[in-house]
């Protein structure tokens, strides 16, 4: 018999913080958005607990049929102690997450990472559906990474998936790390659009550099193509050392479409020989990656 | 109460077959090596039942208390069919070896990599014991790697822990595998000993080398440091992708002891800003890691 409650998901970004209920078929039934407060952890926790409150009522749902709440956060997120370590995002340093948000909720209350969830999320319901074993790899301001390990997702007690960290070139520019040469140096959004600013002499997001790359300006394909064959490399080291079945490009740069997933496909042809040979494939969930995750992993924790 | 069966454990290398009878406290309660046949499968799955018939019989243990044998080979293995797709060392292709040794034994049999049974005895009953995500790393005549996470082996359908065949510097040596500059054509004790020889002009093995390394010749210092250096860089980068708790060295190589742990530590210390700091260990287990692991699997699966 189907399981009649629902759960609630929340993903809290630095913008803005994400609801949605989920039945026990994994379908979103509402959802709501508020932009982030900025007063630091209770008065988002506060916030969480409205939302999904709000949720509740629009939906006519009572109290006693919440199962269950799933809440992602950004950055060094340990799920089995329910710490947020260190998120950037949001100006938090060890947050005990989990216990804060239990005293709001009757339901259980699971905590994770927002990477990871999104990971969950297109492993079990989206791009990488058919895989037991995939990578999810979100490029936008930053780049990081959600690995799936036989359908389990991998946490490292929170570090897992830094692929932006990984370094490319020990001689390149500095990053945000402390390190040089990252991926995310090179392969980021945010790097994108600085790399080819600093070349060209003229501002441009990387959305604008993709079209350019595609109207045939040199220095555009210059960076585009630096920017590519790094996260080739990368994802090859990936591959070689996990066995990835498919990988699944997300976040903002990916709706370039082909412009990315062709030049990565070619990159990672070009560096493998025995490893197994991935898919790479565009993110299928779009910017609720975050919430289906945490409602699916609220979903395990309460059946 | 305890199990009172035993299992049987065996590790399939190029040169010997070793086997052990392993009892529930996960004790060899009896072990046995045999040089490994060179007509192909069929003749080492004879000399398989045949070591595990002679450990019966020293032991006077009975068949029926067999409670399941678990065997490690070399190469590309996929526990989940029991299939060798891979092993270089034995000469095989797509052997399905699971249900070639089923045949020969009442107990069911479990096949595994021998790489992944020794990371799972060093985790669970060596150096990794105390970490819930480890690597084991065997740096012999190649580099192979285990990675545990969450207590369990990252299979990636025999594909994953290739470490040796990361690629550190692209317009470095060939490798066997096809590419180029992989980790393993720089650190391995092969290519130690390969390195050494062009430079110093004189035959040397990695032992060898070693041992000039402590005497202070300048030739074996730069080859060894660029191992050293370049495992390091591969190490770091794992650890920034898994979040690893300890690194396992293993194989031939760490009977160097400090030589190897020590620059293998700093060149960690050096590389990696805010991900996880392992602990960086030698192997504890020794040769027969590979049994105890084969062994650890078949009790999972028996009990």
Known sequence: MTHRGLVAAVDVGGTAIKGILMDASHSAVARRDVPTPRQGPDAVFDCVQELVDRLLDETATGTSRLAGVGVAVPG???????????????????????????????????????????????????????????????????????????????????????????????????????SRGCLETIASARAIARRYGVRAGADASAREVAAAVAGGDRVAREVWSEATEALATVLATCVTVLGSEVIVLGGGLSGAGRLLLDPVRTGLEERLTFQRRPQVVAAALGELAGCLGAGLLAWEQVV
């Open 76 to 178: 060094i997120v340990d799920d089995h102690t329910g710490t947020a370590h260190v998120s950037a995002n949001l100006g938090w340093r060890e947050v005990l997450a989990r216990s804060e948000l239990a005293n709001r909720f009757t339901a259980p209350v699971v905590l994770t990472q927002d990477v990871r969830a999104a990971g969950l999320a297109e492993s079990h319901l989206g791009a990488a559906r058919s895989a037991d074993d995939a990578l999810v790899v979100p490029v936008g301001t930053g780049i990081a990474g959600a690995l799936v390990v036989d359908g389990r997702l991998v946490t490292g007690g929170g570090y897992a998936g830094e692929l932006g960290h990984v370094v490319v070139d020990p001689s390149g520019e500095p990053c945000t790390c402390g």
